[in-house]
């Protein structure tokens, strides 16, 4: 039996609402090399056990940098260490306007850099319509939305269709999309000192002007991961 112990199964989530970094990097550990830390409440995420004092946080939001990057994390505790190389975390957290500037205006995360690799989106609140529902223009402009929402609901049913490419080892396989040329030299020109982003360097503040273009280079990736394209253009 000693030499033949069963393997245990392994945890297949891999979205969490509100983890603390030990329960994270054993799930990173054990379980999928990605994850997500994902919820329509982020009061619970902000508010929860990995925030409950500054030294706890700063260990938190300097090991989300680290995960941000892929970079190497580690813990140590009396039952051993844990080495974790290449892991991989996103994001998505919903939540009041009032919550996400506290975060953001908070003087440790501002000083850590963990704000800016946020890419924080405030909608416009909803109001009730001030136009007829048998308007023309009204039921043009809402044809044309069922018709981008009918291709996109096509091209989500073609990935569900195709399922997850996982290696020997049952991790994800993701494959790798690079800009080529042509959008190379836009990002080069952009960020240029007589760049169109030359405005927006006076007006950020620099971690966020760096991690700008991260973002939307991170954003066209996933633009043209769901059209099935080998490179992100121009």
Known sequence: LERHKPVAL???????????????????????????????????????HAMKSDDVRQQFFGNLNKLWNAERVERTTSMGRQDLYGRRMSMLLMTQESTIREFVND??????????????S??????????????????SRKATAEQCFDRFRA??????????????????VLRPIAPDQAAFALYDAFQGQDGEG???????????FAKYLEHCLRLAGVMAAFDRQTAITA
Do not use: W
């Open 10 to 48: 392994k945890d297949i989530r891999c979205i969490f609402e509100n983890p603390t970094y030990a329960g994270l990097i054993n799930n990173l550990e054990l379980s999928h090399h990605s994850t997500i830390i994902m919820s329509p409440e982020a009061g619970t995420f902000f508010g929860g």
């Open 155 to 172: 091209k989500l049913r073609r990935h569900l269709e195709d399922g997850l490419a996982y290696d020997e080892h049952d991790q994800l």
């Open 107 to 120: 003087r440790l995360v501002e000083d850590m850099g963990l704000a800016a690799r946020f890419l924080i």
């Open 198 to 208: 030359t405005l927006m360097r006076t007006t950020h503040k620099a971690p966020f």
């Open 122 to 139: 405030i909608p416009p609140q909803y109001s009730l319509p001030t136009h007829s529902l048998c308007d023309p223009e009204y039921k």
